[in-house]
């Protein structure tokens, strides 16, 4: 932590909660591999929630596509759905779901902190899980160290209001990796331009991407930072890693 708080002093900024800062995953990372692992299906599942709750419909209905499916393929897809949905239901995020069809009726738990696993945290989630096994892969054969720092709260130094939050930091040796997530459909780009601004590092020790649940959106939007949208992520940041951690 104490090399974080003074790179980050260095470009003019305190970490407003060093000392709650959290190294650990969240109660609901358990759901990050699941989702991951079968976003072809999730991820569209998660999305409609989301759009739902913004226009407060309720229950949210979501349709499972049969278009070019076989029988035993789509009977797969429903159980995965279901499955998830279970889940969901037995941890308090949603109070019910029924299945006509192909047709989901889904109620959604009103309480705020279960609402925003839907509107943005699920996505931050998966991320973090990709975005960590990634590292582990690449730094732990080559015994590289690495820590890791989420929902990382900054103020201007002098300042009293909070600056941005960053959602994740992976440090890898006096490197520093920000991931920011993406998951709603509308961009602001002054947002991310202010925050670029603010964090433009010309030594090469700082690394900020943006990662996307959406695969068509310009990566030259967010020059000068990295865009890494879900579905090759992997492959994103093992390239990235491998362009700052040469082989000897």
Known sequence: MKELTEFLEGKGFIVANKDTISLEPSVNYSYAKTIFKNREILVPLLCRLAVSLNKKEE???FHLSETGKMVIVQQFLKGIIN???DNLRADGFISDWELTDSQYKITVTTTEGKLRFFRSKWAEEVF???IMKTVQMFCNPRKISYKTFQN???KRIGEDNLFTELDLIVQIQKRFYVFEVK??????IMQWANREKALVDKSGLLRNVVCTIYENIPAYIFEPQLLFNLNAI?????E???EDFPKE
Request: hydrophobic content about 45%; aromatic content about 12%; charged content about 25%.
């Open 183 to 188: 998951s709603g459909p509308w961009i602001r």
């Open 240 to 242: 990235l890693l491998d």
């Open 59 to 61: 229950p949210v209905v």
């Open 152 to 154: 990382v709260e900054l």
């Open 128 to 130: 973090r899980y990709v």
């Open 83 to 85: 499955q998830f949905l």
């Open 234 to 238: 992997e492959k994103q940041l093992g």
